[in-house]
């Protein structure tokens, strides 16, 4: 007599407990698929802001990078509060700026301004090296020269005005951009500045 049920003798394609699988499995990958797809695109759309204000933003983060490298360099006895901050420029802007690249990737646009003009994605146009807040050579050419208190108070002017050019960007971005990232990438930019700029204007006035 055979003892094995009539479950058992159907093909595993008839069986209904395999098929119940079958169907659950199919749901979730399904659900896998979309919710990949789906999460993909919310990530990849972006207008001319988003695209606009990560290549800018680059060419801003670099040389805020660079002033801070300078002057840590040089910083013998100076003001400590003043060192953290330049530390803390050196690495969320260095930070900030591998993330700028990736999401640029991510958008298939150039990860550099190929233009002569910075700003367009504002519908204010200016040279890439008239940025607001863009040092010039002859300024960064006195900050690598100075040492002691006049390094302390020509980095704090300096990142000043850097900081508060880098939040007139930031802020029109966090407004006008199209993509979540960048918009609270561009948030968190102007969250940051604004508390480093209430510090560098302390410090200074004390200087």
Known sequence: MNTESDADLLPWWKNPANAIIGVIAVAVLLFSIGYFMGNRAGRVQHNSVDTGFLQDMRIHHEQAVAMASVYLDNWVDGQAVQRTIAREIQFDQSFESGRMVQLLRIFGESEVNESEQAMTWMNN???????????????????????????????????????????????????????????KLAAAMVKAQEAELVELNRILSSL
């Open 125 to 183: 146009p200016v040279p890439l090296e008239r940025m607001p807040g863009l040092a010039t050579n002859e300024q960064l050419q006195r900050l690598r020269k100075s040492t002691g208190v006049d390094a302390d108070k020509l980095f704090a002017q300096l990142m000043i005005a850097h900081h508060n050019g880098g939040l007139h960007m930031a802020q029109y971005a966090a407004n006008h951009g199209k993509n979540d990232e960048v918009i």
